[in-house]
């Protein structure tokens, strides 16, 4: 079975510093693996996926992530946050062949000014 | 761009009450999903459907029911709602791209 770890429950970053929110999955082959982003009282929008290629994979809003199939993880960065980027922010995984998506727990970010 | 519309984005039943959350797809994806999200619980998978009239349960099937007579609409339905299913509640649909999915804007439900 597949399971994901966000380790992370609140993180608290300054405005322009970096970012990274971590993630950790277990699938035993290698997993589609993605980034979800909901702001306050909204669905989840899409920042970036994996499937296969390059492990250094862009998204949307200047985010990037990096899996590392030795750590088992997939951890969201961004050089320099804007007071937008708080949200919450959910990592899950999922499988060729299987549709269902498990999800973490979820990382909530907040944006000092 | 995909639309997943979810009917209401508030609710409020009451105890025992037989309560209908739809959602709209309007891709032609052949998967949708609903989920429930808690706070520090994530969101939990409570149906699946990969066809019309087809479905499997998910991680939290319990007391609730689902029905997709027409592909681009998935009905969450609690029987008999109770207090404890107060929350906010995900629809989700995709194409099978092994799980990319994408989802609508919620509806927040309170059970009194």
């Known amino acids: 079975a597949q399971s994901v770890t966000q380790p992370d429950i609140h993180i608290t970053v300054s405005e322009g510093a970096s970012l990274e929110l971590r993630c950790n999955y277990s699938?035993?082959?290698?997993?589609?693996l993605f980034w979800y982003v909901q702001s306050p009282g909204q669905g989840l929008q899409l920042l970036l996926k994996?499937?296969?290629?390059?492990?250094l994979v862009q998204g949307i809003k200047g985010f990037e992530a990096e899996f590392k199939r030795s750590q088992s993880s997939f951890n969201l960065r961004k050089p320099s946050v804007h007071w937008s980027d708080a949200a919450e922010y959910f990592c899950?995984?999922?499988?060729?062949?299987?549709?269902?998506?498990?999800f973490g727990t979820g990382t909530r970010l907040s944006i000092i000014p | 761009d995909v639309k997943v519309t979810q009917s209401s984005r508030y609710l409020v039943k009451r105890t025992g009450e037989k309560v209908f959350l739809e959602c709209v797809q309007d891709?032609?994806?052949?998967?949708m999903f609903w989920y429930r999200q808690d706070p520090g619980l994530g969101l939990r998978l409570i149906y699946f459907?990969?066809?019309?009239?087809?479905?499997e349960k998910g991680d939290i099937p319990e007391g609730y029911s689902v029905s997709r007579e027409k592909k681009e609409r998935f009905s969450l339905i609690l029987e008999s709602a109770s207090t404890n299913q107060t929350s906010m509640y995900l629809c989700?649909?995709?194409?099978?791209?092994?799980?990319?999915?994408?989802f609508g804007q919620g509806t927040r439900l309170t059970v009194v």
């Open positions: 891709m032609d994806h052949e998967n």
């Open positions: 989700a649909s995709s194409s099978g791209q092994g799980g990319w999915a994408f």
């Open positions: 899950a995984v999922g499988a060729p062949g299987n549709e269902k998506l498990t």
């Open positions: 459907s990969y066809d019309v009239k087809m479905k």
């Open positions: 994996y499937f296969s290629g390059d492990t």
């Open positions: 699938y035993g082959a290698t997993p589609y």
